[in-house]
């Protein structure tokens, strides 16, 4: 009878374990998504302003330096079948309260460089 027990336990431990795959995890999406077309409309020498228009506000405020922002998009996956997690960020960088310098994972617009005023 013990045998049975135990037998009965163990069938039911690996039935319960190789149905894991069958429960839904959604994925977590936190911070600032930033479409590859906002991105480009980035020009050097744009406002503060100007910026969160294009933009949106960043996720993260630096608060020793106010002319760090950081938008950072971190994507965990629920489950591994739809893909890796992920994370994007950008960096923009402002002097005198225009863009002076933007660096991270997306790639500037050849225009980047003219500022808007021209």
């Known amino acids: 009878m013990k045998l049975y027990r135990l037998a009965f336990v163990l069938v039911l431990a690996l039935a319960t374990g190789a149905c894991s795959n069958w429960i839904y995890r959604i994925d977590v999406p936190q911070g600032n ?3 590859e077309r906002d991105v480009k409309k980035l020009r050097i020498g744009m406002t503060k302003d100007q910026v969160i228009y294009v933009l949106g506000n ?3 405020d630096d608060t020793f330096d106010d002319d760090t922002w950081y938008y950072v998009y971190d994507m965990k996956r629920g489950m591994s079948k739809r893909g890796e997690d992920f994370q994007k960020r950008m960096i923009i960088t402002f002097d005198d309260g225009k863009v002076s310098n933007v660096e991270g994972d997306f790639e500037l617009s050849e225009d980047f460089d003219t500022p ?3």
Do not use: K, M
Request: hydrophobic fraction near 55%; charge should be negative.
């Open 33 to 35: 998504f930033l479409d």
């Open 58 to 60: 960043p996720v993260v």
């Open 116 to 118: 808007l005023d021209q």
